[in-house]
């Protein structure tokens, strides 16, 4: 529940990236020792993608809420079929993982958010070309056996993706010879995930270029690794300040992982001052433009940036245009703007955006990011918002109600019991 109308002011700290840990935690599979990972956001993701290794065999013990050890040794299973896996989309992660340390795997095709097809042809392509046979089983299952032979390959992408540079850097680190990856996917958490496995003792080289090179070893010694801060967080919360013209202070932060980000926000008028590991963003001395977007993989602008930014641009004066090129069916959310007065037309790829005035209502969210946008169009609506779905925001926004509440935000969560009792408030 929102009442809109405050502008936000003050200090939030970011937490450890989503896309970084749901790839480093199904990568210590590979490593012949323990490891402990710090830096990990307090998401339910995370808590899904440690349950997965436990049911595996690993043990993992949570020793505070960003930080978990994890001792891989134990694991003797190659097959990963459980119901959980499919709650995830990174639980694929693990065909990656398990193929490098077994050179077979038995994985559940995954859930997540649902805002296009998500093909792992790349992937299968991929792992084809390092010499494993895959089956799918019942539609739902993925299964993968190199046990003939798993070697090194040359890889190229026909388009860049994320997830399957990840899956095949995962795959790679312990096959003989050497991979070469070209058309690789450049963001932030692809060269995280590299760092940690080098850190390792993995040999990686090219990560955030679109040519990585890996050559196998045959042992992975254990490390402690912090991950890197989620550049999409503090992008939500640079927005949400936008919207709401504030001003606040964003810590824990790499700005030069902001920057297509950033650009946007001083393209609309806004006052942007970088720090070290802190951005200042001040949206309280002039009025704000319309622009226009278009979603590009890094490093251009982010498509898990698209839905708060046309949260923040239905608050400004004139048409903006949003062209999405990452994901076909990304504006499912658009109808729920549009219950709170927004003026939004979609045609295709493109939603145009008529900048005017939000009103409360009720609402839910489609996704994750889609869920971030309500929040955004929560607080600068008239009167109270009720988000219902808040699940998907709670998959990668850790203590989300708290950190808006520090900001100034009138902001709760409500549980509503099953047996039709009154409501009770966090």
């Not at 134990?74 to 050179?103: C, N, W």
Request: glycine share 8%; hydrophobic share 40%; aromatic share 6%.
């Amino acid at each position: 529940m929102i009442t809109g109308g405050k502008p936000l002011f003050g200090e939030v700290t970011v937490s450890g990236a989503k896309n970084a840990a749901v790839a480093i935690i199904p990568g210590v599979v590979l490593c012949d020792e323990p490891c402990r990972i710090e830096n990990i956001p307090n998401i339910s993701d995370v808590t899904v993608i440690a349950n997965i290794l436990r049911d595996l065999g690993a043990m993992v013990r949570r020793v505070d809420k960003n930080t978990l050890d994890i001792d891989p040794r134990p694991i003797q299973t190659y097959k990963a079929t459980e119901d959980s896996v499919r709650k995830m989309r990174a639980s694929y992660y693990l065909l990656g993982a398990l193929l490098g340390r077994f050179h077979k795997a038995k994985v559940a095709l995954p859930g997540g958010c649902n805002f296009g097809v998500r093909p792992i042809d790349q992937h299968l392509k991929g792992f084809q070309l390092m010499g494993a046979k895959n089956d799918l089983i019942n539609g739902a299952i993925i299964e993968l056996d190199a046990s003939e032979s798993f070697h090194g390959a040359r890889i190229y992408f026909d388009t860049v993706s994320v997830g399957s540079t990840i899956n095949v850097m995962l795959a790679a680190v312990k096959a003989e010879g050497q991979t070469i990856i070209e058309n690789a996917a450049k963001e932030p958490h692809i060269v995280d995930l590299a760092n940690f496995l080098n850190s390792m003792g993995a040999n990686i080289r090219g990560a955030g270029t679109d040519v990585i090179k890996i050559r196998g070893v045959e042992y992975l010694h254990g490390v402690t690794y912090s991950i890197i801060p989620d550049q999409i967080e503090a992008g939500t919360y640079m927005a949400a300040a936008a919207a709401t013209r504030g001003r606040i202070t964003v810590r824990n932060i790499t700005p030069k992982h902001l920057e297509s980000i950033s650009s946007k926000l001083c393209e609309m008028g806004c006052e942007i001052d970088e720090y070290d590991e802190a951005v200042i963003i001040d949206a309280t001395k002039r009025p704000l433009n319309r622009v226009n977007i278009k979603t590009m993989p890094h490093p251009g602008f982010p498509t898990d940036c698209q839905p708060q930014f046309v949260a923040l641009l239905t608050t400004v004066k004139g048409t903006s245009i949003v062209n999405e090129s990452v994901w076909d069916n990304r504006y499912q959310y658009v109808s729920e703007l549009v219950r709170m007065g927004a003026n939004i037309s979609v045609e295709g790829r493109l939603a145009i955006i008529e900048g005017g005035h939000l009103t409360a209502a009720p609402v839910k969210a489609t996704d994750l990011r889609a869920g971030a946008a309500m929040l955004i169009a929560g607080l600068v609506a008239d009167g109270t918002t009720s988000i219902s779905n808040i699940s998907y925001i709670e998959r990668g926004y850790s203590d989300v109600v708290t950190k808006f509440q520090s900001l100034g935000a009138d902001i709760k969560k409500v549980y509503f019991p099953d047996d039709g009792a009154a409501a009770t408030t966090a």
